[in-house]
């Protein structure tokens, strides 16, 4: 039985829960935790934050303490490389132990939160982490809730963790700059810089840079000699337009690799391709990217080294959001 009684009346009791204070000298936080026997000397500071009233008693059977409600399903919450904190006001936080992309399981998160009490946030799934980022916080809005509600989250959570954070692979990377203005010299390459920057943020071994001209067969020979080597990326850049002598396009199909995407509701960025034969992916670069400093390409090139298994619907989902 819960009751709530004045300050004065709880001497000798334990605090149910923590309480928590905001002070003038910018202390906010936990004053009392939960099971502090209160005594006559906490009674003016109990009252300098507040709490004339607490609340004394014990749960009834078919009640949980939202401490306890929330950690109850914290180490389901968890999946590879995360960090659970320890109860604190109530909740728990969950923080990256690696450097990696964080990847959720969305349709696992809706059905937590639509269950009543529990309150699950979180950082947007594929974003890259560090070791202690903070990724989510995670509650219940009541003091306590009804022991149905925490049996139902744990029966949800039976399918598999919600959060996890894929550390990237290092992975032999092949990079094909085609265009005949470029490869005659008659104007200066401006892709090669742009694929060292943003791949030196990976544990990328660069298999070589090969300048080609607008030629289909040379373009698959080359990707085959990447293939040969181990490639487990093969980069295509320049005539990734639909103009008709724009020939990268056709060249990533005569590899014979199944194309899973060409033109995503992106931009910039719009007319990128990703194919893959069997374990290598093939990626071919919008010119967009020498320009823009976020594009597509940096948009999916982390789940890559991250080792996801891409599908058309990857690309499909980001229409909302990916007017960057």
Known sequence: MIKKIRVEDAIGLPLLHDLTAIME???????????????????????????????????EENQVHEEDAISAIGPLLAGSNIEISEVSEGKINLSSKEEGLFIIDRKLLRAINEIGDYTIT????????EPGDKLVGARIVPLWTDKWQVEKAKEILNAGPVFEVKTFKKLKVGCIITGDEVYYGRIKDAFRPVLEEKLSHFDAQILGFEF?????????ET????????????????GMSVDPDDITPRAI??????????????????????????????????????????TSFDFFLPRIFAGLDLKKEDFLEMAEGGLL
């Open 25 to 59: 000298d910018g202390f906010k936080g936990v004053k009392f935790k939960r099971g502090h026997i209160v005594k006559e000397a906490d009674i003016e500071e109990l009252k300098n934050i507040g709490k004339d009233h607490i609340y004394v008693g014990e749960l």
């Open 122 to 129: 979180c950082k947007k799934s594929y974003i890259r982490v």
């Open 212 to 220: 080609l001209p607008d030629d289909e067969v040379k373009l698959v």
């Open 223 to 238: 990707y085959k000699k990447f293939k040969d080597a181990g490639a487990d990326l093969v980069i295509f850049t320049g």
């Open 253 to 294: 199909r005569k590899t014979g690799a199944e194309v899973i995407v060409q033109g995503i509701p992106m931009q910039p960025g719009n007319m990128l391709m990703v194919a893959r034969d069997n374990k290598t992916y093939l990626m071919g670069v919008p010119g967009a990217s020498i320009h823009s400093k976020i």
